[in-house]
């Protein structure tokens, strides 16, 4: 007899089936996301009829003779109706062709032996020979110990597969859902391009009882959920499971549109004449209202998608950063944002980005690189984060390789100082083939105040610092260290941020043209001559 109901594993409440399958099998109480099969997924995640399914003929042996292997693979065959703990194939997406890959946690604990590796490497394969976006759905418990080291093996397989795909400038989307743990968190599921999750979901390399076990301490609340890797910088996004297919959608599409940037024809205003107070100047591009990084990007982009964490530590949120159409072409943007209040500027550290903020940054750029996306840099910050977290995570280091890597990124940078320009905290993401700044920002070595105190051991000094160390645009300009003044409305960018945006938008349109014209080793060596010939001196 068929079920009616079902009780949900999260809260205990019971629905009719038919409510759960209307709910993309998502409790309305708790928000759990049930377990759900190979084919129930694709149905769920691709348009219908479009999936076609290959290598399905390939089974599991039992190639060590393991005891009682043979036996646990009979049942696992009847309960799914598999042959194996993985389907592959290729599907649509909207109107998008992809391969996709979806482990059955109801086979074995969705373990990868010799059969999950090689179907998922025909897959990876397949893919790579036909020049199609990957997504592999994960729901495992790891290596399969019945295999052995065999199965240890493909680890290193699928790996080296996935490395063939990227080196080809192709996207993979890996979806990690409840659970992902063990030799398949360790392998394919952490070398996705964007890494997705469900909510809540287990993730991890060993499982919480071994953990605890090990060390003998009680692990924190919310361990290895989804919520834990996303705060520690492991993933990009958690995506509800009713949303997933249009967020994914979304992002085939930022990865499919090749747009020519259509040449300006209107010219930017510029600047009359700077403000005579320097102080003036600094009040303005401090001030509280000024327009932040997320506030422009959402006025001037389109299609915005926001991607989170370094993959190592923690997602800095003094940065932000994702992917973006910019009349309509695809572009990586970045920004150092600050809050409105006490409340936001604390989450946001004040604007003064981690070491695993830069780390997060150059990761973006690099995905940027790998796709041909321009980067458009957005800067207000009034320095590098200084604290002793900062510092035992290497603070300068990680500063010292964003400079490194962006004098080589093989596309046209812009970065634009939006409000402060705080010393090596500012240039971190500022590297670029044009330095643009907003008519009242600021850029500078170190704060007046504190130049003031160490030069003069008087804080009061800090105007005549400030107009000393030349930190207006006009002054920098005048010096040749930046390329243009973006004009503001005359109260300054807070008055009008629809204007202040247009004003920069027009700005980024006009120099991108100019810099998509350039072949990669025309911008690096643009790249490099701006750098090269500051030189003040005399011999």
């Excluded at 004449?273 to 000024?290: P, S, Y």
Aim: hydrophobic fraction near 40%.
């Amino acid at each position: 007899m068929r079920k009616l109901f079902m009780k949900c594993p999260g809260c205990g409440t019971t629905h009719f089936i038919n409510f759960y399958a209307r709910k993309h099998y998502v409790c309305p109480d708790c928000n759990y996301h049930l377990t759900l099969s190979p084919i129930e997924r694709i149905r769920l995640l691709t348009k219908p009829g479009s999936f076609k399914e290959f290598n399905k003929d390939i089974h599991t042996i039992d190639p060590l003779v393991f005891p009682n292997y043979d036996n646990k693979l009979k049942v696992a065959h009847k309960k799914t109706h598999n042959r194996s703990a993985v389907k592959t194939g290729t599907a649509k997406i909207g109107k998008y062709n992809v391969v996709i890959s979806v482990l059955d946690a109801d086979f074995m604990m969705g373990s990868m032996g010799a059969v999950v590796g090689e179907k998922l490497t025909r897959a990876i394969e397949y893919a790579t020979e036909h020049e199609l976006p990957l997504i592999i759905v994960t729901a495992s418990g790891g290596a399969r110990m019945q295999e052995g080291v065999i199965s240890l093996f493909q680890m290193a397989k699928t790996s080296a597969a996935l490395k063939r795909h990227s080196n080809k400038g192709l996207l993979y989307i890996s979806i990690l859902t409840h659970p992902t743990t063990g030799g398949v968190s360790a392998s394919f599921a952490f070398l996705g391009d964007i890494i997705v999750a469900e909510p809540n979901a287990l993730i991890g390399f060993a499982g919480p009882r071994v953990i605890q076990q090990t060390i003998g301490e009680k692990l924190p609340e919310g361990f290895q959920r989804s919520e834990f890797l996303l705060e520690h910088g492991m993933l990009d996004l958690i995506i509800n499971r009713a949303k997933r297919t249009s967020v994914i959608e979304n992002i085939l599409k930022i990865h499919n549109i090749s747009v020519q940037l259509k040449p300006k024809t209107k010219q930017l205003r510029k600047p009359s004449t700077a403000r005579q107070d320097i102080m003036e100047i600094l009040a303005l591009a401090r001030h509280k209202n000024r327009p932040t990084s997320l506030e422009l990007i959402q006025t001037i982009f389109t299609d915005f998608i926001e991607f989170h964490g370094d993959r190592a530590y923690a997602d800095d949120k003094a940065v932000v950063g994702g992917i973006a159409l910019f009349k309509g072409m695809p572009v990586t943007v970045i920004g150092l944002q600050k809050g409105k209040n006490t409340k936001e500027n604390i989450y946001r550290h004040f604007g003064m980005a981690h070491p695993e903020g830069y780390r997060k940054a150059l990761r973006l750029m690099r995905q940027a690189e790998k796709f041909n996306r321009p980067i458009i840099n957005l800067i207000d910050t009034p320095g590098a984060y200084p604290g002793v977290g900062a510092e035992e995570r290497g603070q300068a280091e990680a500063i010292a390789v964003n400079l490194l890597e962006m004098s080589d990124l093989k596309v046209p940078i812009i970065s634009i100082i939006t409000g402060e320009g705080g010393s090596g905290g500012a240039l971190g993401l500022s590297v670029a083939n044009k330095v643009l700044m907003l008519e009242n920002s600021t850029y500078s070595v170190i704060s007046p105040e504190g130049c003031a105190s160490i030069l003069w051991k008087d804080a009061k000094q800090s105007p005549t610092a400030a107009k000393a160390l030349k930190i207006s645009a006009f002054d920098l300009l005048k010096l040749g260290l930046i390329d243009e003044i973006i004009p503001e409305p005359e109260e300054g960018a807070h008055a009008d941020l629809k204007l202040t945006a247009r004003n920069i938008s027009e700005s980024i349109h006009t120099h991108l043209y100019q810099l998509l014209t350039m072949n990669a080793n025309e911008l690096l060596q643009q790249r490099y001559d701006k750098f090269r010939n500051v030189a003040f001196y005399g011999e």
